[in-house]
C-alpha cells in the first residue's frame, strides 16, 4: 500500500520570501510518480508539478520546485517568491507502476497563507 | 474551455431526494475519477472510468452511490436518498489514460453538494 504524509497542517510565509512544504511517502515500488496539486478557496485542484522516481533532475516549473530525495523518500515542494494568490491548501500525491490502473494517493494537505 | 466541467456548482436538497452530479471531461481523456472531499478532510477516492467501463467499484460508500458514463465523455454520479453525511464537495478529474506513474489527472471546480 502506498502512503503520503504531510507533517504540516498550517504554513505562514510573508510575501516575496520563499517556503518549503514537506511531503514523505512509502511505497515498495521502484517505479511512481508524484504529484504537487493546489487548492485554493474556490474549491478546484490545480495541477503545479510532477517528478518521477526515475527522474535525475529536480522538477521545476516557475516559481515551484521539486526536491526530491528518493533515498529519503520525501518530495518537497518549494515556492519562490511567494505572492498573495498563493494562499491555499497543497496536496501531494503519489501514482505507481507502469501498467494496469493505479490510485492517485493523496496526503492530507498543508494549508499555506502569504502575508503582506 | 479545454479543463473538465461540473455541474451544478452548488446543490442544496433535502434528506432523502436523489442527486445528479455531472461531469464533463478533457476531450481526448480516455480515464474519468470522481473523488469526495469532505470539509477540511482529504480526497477520498470514489470510483474510475477508462471508457465507459468502471471496473472498480469498491470506494463508492454505500449502493446508494452510483455512476455512469456514456459514449466515453460525460459521467453521471447519482447519489438516492441523500443524508447529511453526503454533504462534501464531490471532484471530477479526468486524464488521458489509467495507467502509468506520470499519468496527470486534471481536476474540474467541484460541486458543493449539502444535505438538509
Known amino acids: 500500500a502506498q502512503k503520503i504524509t504531510q507533517t504540516q497542517p498550517g504554513m505562514f510565509v510573508q510575501e516575496k520570501e520563499a517556503v518549503t512544504l514537506d511531503c514523505t511517502y512509502d511505497?515498495?515500488?521502484?517505479?511512481?510518480?508524484l504529484f504537487w496539486y493546489k487548492q485554493p478557496s474556490s474549491g478546484e485542484m490545480i495541477f503545479l508539478i510532477y517528478?518521477?522516481?526515475?527522474?535525475?533532475q529536480n522538477a521545476t516549473e516557475g516559481r515551484y520546485s521539486l526536491n526530491f530525495q528518493k533515498a529519503r523518500k520525501s518530495a518537497n515542494l518549494v515556492i519562490s517568491a511567494s505572492q498573495l494568490g498563493d494562499s491555499a491548501m497543497y496536496f501531494c500525491?503519489?501514482?505507481?507502476?507502469?501498467?494496469?490502473?493505479?490510485?492517485?494517493?493523496f496526503g492530507k494537505g498543508t494549508m499555506l497563507l502569504v502575508s503582506p | 474551455g479545454a479543463g473538465v466541467s461540473q455541474s451544478p456548482s452548488n446543490k442544496v436538497t433535502e434528506k432523502g431526494k436523489d442527486v445528479e452530479l455531472r461531469c464533463d471531461p478533457i476531450?481526448?481523456?480516455?480515464?474519468l475519477y470522481w473523488y469526495r472531499q469532505s470539509l477540511g478532510q482529504g480526497l477520498e477516492f470514489l470510483i474510475y472510468?477508462?471508457?465507459?467501463?468502471?471496473?472498480?467499484k469498491s470506494g463508492l460508500p454505500s449502493d446508494r452511490f452510483s455512476a455512469e458514463r456514456t459514449g466515453g465523455s460525460v459521467s453521471t454520479l447519482t447519489i438516492q436518498r441523500t443524508q447529511q453525511e453526503d454533504s462534501a464537495v464531490y471532484l471530477c478529474?479526468?486524464?488521458?489514460?489509467?495507467?502509468?506513474?506520470?499519468?496527470?489527472?486534471?481536476f474540474g471546480p467541484g460541486t458543493r453538494l449539502t444535505v438538509l
Open positions: 500525491a503519489m501514482r505507481v507502476g507502469d501498467s494496469g490502473y493505479s490510485t492517485l494517493t
Open positions: 511505497t515498495s515500488d521502484q517505479s511512481y510518480g
Open positions: 476531450s481526448g481523456h480516455t480515464a
Open positions: 472510468f477508462q471508457g465507459n467501463s468502471a471496473p472498480d
Open positions: 478529474a479526468s486524464s488521458f489514460r489509467t495507467s502509468g506513474r506520470s499519468d496527470t489527472q486534471y
Open positions: 517528478q518521477g522516481s526515475y527522474d535525475e
